[in-house]
Structures are given as structure tokens and as C-alpha cells.
């Protein structure tokens, strides 16, 4: 079985999802496809429960009539025959009359994960009769019976995949099965999800929990590139990554893919494939075990990190420091991405500085503290680097003109990571990307 993950600007246009059905019709054996909400809507739910959280009822009613004219006129078109047209209409009103129901009722937390989760609801609802008008042989799987998150919004993998076995098999005789991306249960099972961006990552804990051949995910750009197109011009798509080097990527910034995507896909050994629905002949990315060895692959960027040196001459010679400055960390549940170390100082980066003003007090216990806001980390990926001679000459004499912060290297074989002011980093990705790679 192949899972098949199609974004929002994918499902995001009636003649898209149309080819999209072309797309499945023309792949051989059984599938289940993954649904992100259409283009927009996720963003439009926020804003209509950030306005009823803050009391403003009009606001939110003037989003929700002007989302429900986007997608009456959505089914017009999706829809051929008058018979669908009138199904298509019953769905937008059911789902645009719960949308008015949560709105005036008591808006909480609560309500407020329900209204989020009903994009990837509608998405898949109308594909699914859009599939059943063109006589598709197809079903709906809701993600609600099977997906879970534990109390730490951890995906419960072996859960999902004890409901998800049987719940494939009964509907074994169809060819294509539509679930929801991004929406899943929580330990109270309430209606929650995996965070924005999260239908990758529902696609790879399906294609994990029902060990598929492959996990596909279509989206508009053609495959992971080696470095940021947005901001460098002469970028281009990489055929082949380990899963070490895509995890890497994901995380530091690659925005193509939900960063936890890649682990449950790695935990089994299934391949992901990252493939473009307006290039469907375009090779894409392939991420999967294999790969080569020590060639840089690509570049992400990660802004909005903080930079933390803690120094003290009580680290000279003195077991147990170290322990303690992370013990701060892990108190406020902050994770530290970087570190690096001197004998008398260390510093460390981290992304989610909620909590900074408690662990600034917390580490003046332990010395002297200096705080460096609006760093980039740029993380230069590639398998095996640590094991090339003369990286870190060809890195470093590239980088020449640009400060750096702080460097981190030989912690895993795959990557450098490197800190510097976000100010410079659009000087620097350009650097790395004529330095590093053959661009011709
Ligand atoms: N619709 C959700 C979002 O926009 C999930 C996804 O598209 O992956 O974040
Ligand atoms: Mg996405």
C-alpha cells in the first residue's frame, strides 16, 4: 500500500483536486490518500477562533461568510452533475452552520481545536464525493477514530497502528481510502491535531503504522532543495537524502516538511517521496536509508533562535557544571539546540524562548549570563561530512566576510551547524550556496 499526502494548494482549486484524482487513477495498487484543508482555510479558522477568544463576534462572522462564499462557489465547479452539486451544497451547510453554532456558544480551548479540525473535515468530504461522482472505487477513513497523541501531544504510533490495521483491512476492497491530515484525538480524547503543517506527518505515521511500501508527499515545489529558494536564486532539487539528512533539514528550517515528519517514516524503514503536483514528472526527493557519503547535500536556515553563554571561573577544572546549566533548561521543558563550550564558558541556542526570563534568573546562580536575540542557525547537511578531509576549510573560507557566533560539528556525522546574527544571513546562505556547491 502507498500513502499519499496532497498540501492545501494541491486540494486548493476544483481543477487541482480533479487532477489529483487523474493523478491516483493513473497509480497502480491500493492507496491511502492524506488531505491537508484547502489553501487558506486553516489560516481563516485561526482567525475566526483568535476573534471569538478575544470577543469579537463580527469579526469572526464576516470570516465566516466570506469562507463560506469561497466555498460555495468551490463546489459549483468541483462538481459536474446537478445531483453532486446538491450534496456538495448540503456539506457546506452543514459544516458552515456548525462553524455559526461553535461561534455562539461558549468558546474555549476546546471549541476552539474543533473549529481548527473541520478543514481537513470539509477537504476530505468533498474529495471523496468528488471521487464518488467520477466512480471511483473509494471510502472515507476518519482520522478521529484511529490518530492519537499521549499527554505530551506525542503521536501513540502503536495504538495507531493496533485501530488502523483492522479499520484498512474491512475496507480492503477499495482502491482509494481518503483520511484527514493534521486533526487526531488527544489523551482525553477530545479533538485536538499534530500542530500546523501536521498532515505530513500524519501521512508518515499512517505509512509507519501500516508499514506501506512508500509515503508520497505531493506538494508545489519539486522535491526538498539545497538550499532556501526564497532567498538564494540558483537553488535546485536533491534527488536523494538519508532519512538523517532530511530529519536535519526539516528541522532547521526546510519549510517543505512538518519537522517530526521524517521519524515514524525512519522507525520502519519506509520511504518517503517528495514529489510536485504541477510537475508530476519531475523526479522530486527520494528520503529512505540509503544514500552517499560525504557530499554536502543542502542548507536550511532556522531563524528566531536565542543565544545563552553562561560563564564562570567555577567551570575551570569542575566536573558536574555542565549538568547543571541544562538541568535549567530541562526544568523550563526547553530544548537546546546548539551547544559549544570553552573551559570556562559555555553557550547554547534555543528556539522557544517562552520561558528565558525564568532560566536567565535561574543561570545567574551559576555565573555570568549574555543573551543574543535574532540569531540564525544554517545548518549544512550531508552524510559522512565529518569524515572529509577539508570541510571545514571549504566551509569556513566561504563564510570568510560573515561573524559567526558560534559553530557546532562532530556531534553526528551530518551536519555543521552554525550560528550568526539573522541580519547576515541572506549574505551567508548565498555564500555557502556558490562555496559549497557545483551549481552549473
Ligand atoms: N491544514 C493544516 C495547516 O495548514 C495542516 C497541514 O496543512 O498540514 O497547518
Ligand atoms: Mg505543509
Not at 476518519?142 to 502503536?158: C, G, R, V, Y
Not at 491530515?181 to 489523551?187: A, E
Request: aromatic share 8%; proline share 3%.
Amino acid at each position: 500500500m502507498v500513502v499519499l499526502k496532497f498540501g492545501g494548494t494541491s486540494v486548493g482549486k476544483p481543477e487541482r483536486m480533479r487532477k489529483i484524482t487523474d493523478l491516483l487513477l493513473s497509480t497502480p495498487g491500493k492507496k491511502i490518500v492524506v488531505l491537508s484543508a484547502l489553501s487558506g482555510t486553516t489560516n481563516t479558522l485561526v482567525k475566526i477562533g483568535d476573534f471569538l477568544l478575544s470577543q469579537s463576534p463580527e469579526s469572526a462572522t464576516r470570516e465566516i461568510n466570506d469562507l463560506e462564499k469561497h466555498y460555495e462557489a468551490f463546489i459549483k465547479d468541483l462538481f459536474t452533475t446537478e445531483a453532486y452539486k446538491a450534496i456538495g451544497q448540503e456539506i457546506v451547510s452543514r459544516y458552515f452552520s456548525l462553524f455559526r453554532l461553535l461561534a455562539a456558544g461558549r468558546f474555549d480551548d476546546r471549541s476552539y481545536r474543533e473549529l481548527l479540525a473541520q478543514g481537513e473535515l470539509i477537504s476530505t468530504e468533498l474529495f471523496y464525493h468528488h471521487l464518488q461522482e467520477r466512480k471511483v472505487s473509494s471510502r472515507l477513513l476518519p482520522a478521529l477514530h484511529f490518530m492519537s497523541i499521549d499527554e505530551n501531544n506525542e503521536p501513540e504510533l502503536e495504538k495507531i497502528s493496533e485501530r488502523l490495521k483492522p479499520l484498512v483491512q474491512t475496507l480492503g476492497n477499495v482502491d482509494i481510502l481518503v483520511t484527514q491530515g493534521y486533526i487526531c484525538r488527544n489523551h482525553t480524547n477530545e479533538i485536538d491535531n499534530l500542530k500546523r503543517g501536521g498532515s505530513d506527518y500524519t501521512a508518515s505515521l499512517i505509512g509507519a503504522a501500516i508499514r506501506a511500501s512508500e509515503i508520497q508527499i505531493w506538494t508545489d515545489i519539486d522535491g526538498m532543495h539545497n538550499n532556501d529558494p526564497r532567498i538564494v536564486k540558483k537553488t535546485f532539487p536533491i534527488a536523494e537524502l538519508t532519512f538523517d539528512e532530511a530529519s536535519e533539514l526539516a528541522y532547521f528550517g526546510a519549510k517543505i516538511l512538518h519537522p517530526s515528519t521524517i521519524v515514524p517514516a525512519q522507525r520502519y524503514g519506509v520511504p518517503v517521496r517528495l514529489k510536485n503536483t504541477m510537475d508530476e514528472k519531475a523526479a522530486g526527493t527520494l528520503i529512505s536509508d540509503k544514500g552517499s557519503r560525504g557530499q554536502f547535500k543542502a542548507i536550511a536556515a532556522k531563524d528566531g533562535i536565542t543565544a545563552i553563554n553562561v560563564k564562570s571561573s567555577r567551570m575551570l577544572l569542575a566536573y558536574g557544571f555542565l549538568r547543571k546549566v541544562f538541568e535549567v533548561f530541562e526544568k523550563y521543558k526547553t530544548p537546546i539546540d546548539m551547544v559549544s563550550t570553552s573551559e570556562v564558558a559555555v553557550s547554547v541556542t534555543i528556539d522557544d524562548a517562552r520561558a528565558l526570563p525564568q532560566i536567565e534568573e535561574e543561570l545567574k546562580a551559576l555565573g555570568s549570563i549574555e543573551v543574543d536575540k535574532d540569531q540564525t542557525i544554517i545548518c549544512i547537511v550531508g552524510n559522512g561530512l565529518a569524515e572529509k578531509e577539508g570541510v571545514l576549510k571549504q566551509v569556513f573560507s566561504t563564510l570568510a566576510p560573515v561573524k559567526v557566533r558560534m559553530v557546532s560539528f562532530g556531534g553526528s556525522n551530518n551536519n555543521i551547524s552554525i550560528l550568526l546574527e539573522t541580519a547576515n544571513k541572506e549574505k551567508a546562505l548565498n555564500l555557502l550556496n556558490e562555496g559549497l556547491f557545483d551549481l552549473n
